[in-house]
């Protein structure tokens, strides 16, 4: 019980020190004019890559079971987001609380898309769970680019492969099938991003520390043996993969609100594989390793700009040397030095 109050405070002070640390700094840049206007502009996708990357971290690394389809969830709470934005901008003209708002309905909805998703199919394993995850990323995908939202006096509207409805007077579409979304008002903002990752953190580093994420980790090391001493395995499945896909939801309405124009097409399968990069890179079940791998490679390839005809063969290089660092003997002995201080 010591080694695990120790190491779950060590997780909190690293993880916690990381954020707030970087935030200063970012903050201190950006008063001073030290930083450049590219940089500036992917400091609120850092925030919901790292949110992402830990999030999917609860389901691949804890868990042990792997994911394809953590896009489906970001696009469901990216666009369950922006209709609540638009439908409540007349209603509630403070940006960051409409902001608030729109995160918690984007949790909810990739929450509720998670046990739709997840009722079914964690009695699943393995590569068979990975097939059926990254089908339902492709038919969200797919249903986004048929879907048809639009607001008028009279509410919302919707219908599916076509328009069928006509809007009122003053009437605004909201998704417009393939086209998207257009006119988004650009509500996200660095320390809304810096905020979420800290909830995040947080609820996230409680669950695996608590009587619950114990059970969820003696389920990926033994499935048989747990049962037998009376966890259930089904019910322990779907709260992490939920609670996942709720932060994919919250981190998907953070990135959708930093754009003008958002399509179903910024959250395909590549984008899941790029967050399980992000996981992998950073250590299975190592929260802060996946906060650092999210963050550095996301900005790595602007780093490279200059040298801008082999950015991406220098980018490939260096993630998989960081690939072959993170198998090697030397981070083995890292970690049990770190181990051996810990007892």
Known sequence: MKKLFSAGRRDYTISFGIVIIAYLVVQAMIMTGSITSSFKGQLVPI?????????LNLTVGVLGELSLGHAGFMSVGAFTGIVVTTTLADIIPIGPLRLA??????????????????????????????????????????????????????????????????????GKMIINGPIGVS??????????????????????????????????????????????????ITRYKLLAFVASAVFAGMAGTLYAMNYSTVTAAKFDFNTSILVLVFVVLGGLGNIWGSMI??????????????VN??????????????????????????????????E
């Open 47 to 55: 925030c919901a890559y790292i949110v992402m990357a830990v999030s």
């Open 101 to 170: 708002i729109a995160m918690v309905a984007g949790g909810l909805g990739a929450g509720l898309a998670g046990v739709l998703v997840g009722v079914p199919v964690l009695r699943l394993k393995g590569d068979y769970l990975a097939i059926v995850t990254l089908a339902f990323g492709q038919i969200i995908m797919n249903i986004v680019n048929v879907l048809y939202i639009g607001k008028d006096e009279n509410g919302l509207h919707f219908s599916l492969l076509e328009q069928k409805f006509k809007l009122g007077e003053g």
């Open 183 to 232: 006119g988004v008002s650009k509500l996200s903002t660095f320390t809304a991003g810096a905020v979420l990752v800290l909830v995040t953190l947080f609820l996230i580093l409680n669950l695996m520390h608590s009587r619950t994420g114990r059970a969820v980790m003696a389920m990926r090391d033994n499935a048989i043996a747990a049962e037998s001493i009376g966890i259930s």
């Open 293 to 306: 791998a999210a963050a550095l490679l996301t900005v790595l390839p602007e780093l490279l700009r200059a």
């Open 309 to 342: 005809d082999y950015r991406m063969l220098l980018y490939a290089v260096l993630l998989i040397a960081m690939m072959l660092f993170n198998n090697s003997k030397l981070k083995q002995r890292l970690l049990a030095r770190r181990q051996k201080e810990v």
